[in-house]
């Protein structure tokens, strides 16, 4: 890992370490299923939020926010394509939580998994 990587993964622990409980455990959890689901993501900031991309100076596909409710995103620099099925031409890009369980987890790991398609 780069000194700059290092450096962003730091940034990014430690802007999820200041939120509040329990909020924090949620989303340290939820950092641990992305870089666990896609290894060659880079943590940084982006934003003032946690994001992750595709090295530390390519902008970010996946961001995490802590607003009123927290949010695990895709941005505009991610390859969208239409859902289809019920959700027609619609590009699913932001997902709300407030706790993850296991299908969360797994389906957190597929939303992250396709920002790098």
């Known amino acids: 890992m780069s000194s700059k990587d290092e450096k962003n993964l730091t940034q990014v622990l430690d802007k ?3 939120m509040d409980e329990p ?3 949620v989303m340290q959890r939820v950092h641990d ?8 993501l880079k943590p940084r900031i982006w934003y003032g939020m946690p994001a992750y991309a595709k090295s530390a100076s ?11 409710r927290l949010n695990l995103a895709i941005t505009e620099k991610a390859a969208f ?5 019920t959700e027609g031409d619609l ?24 920002a790098l398609d």
Do not use: Q
């Open 16 to 18: 999820i370490s200041k």
């Open 81 to 85: 394509r239409p859902a289809r099925g």
């Open 33 to 40: 299923v992305i870089v666990t689901a896609a290894p060659t």
């Open 23 to 25: 909020r924090r455990s």
């Open 58 to 68: 390519t902008p970010a596909l996946v961001t995490l926010r802590n607003d009123e």
């Open 91 to 114: 590009m699913p890009a932001a997902w709300y939580f407030e706790t993850v369980d296991e299908v969360t987890e797994k389906r957190i790991a597929e939303i992250v998994r396709s």
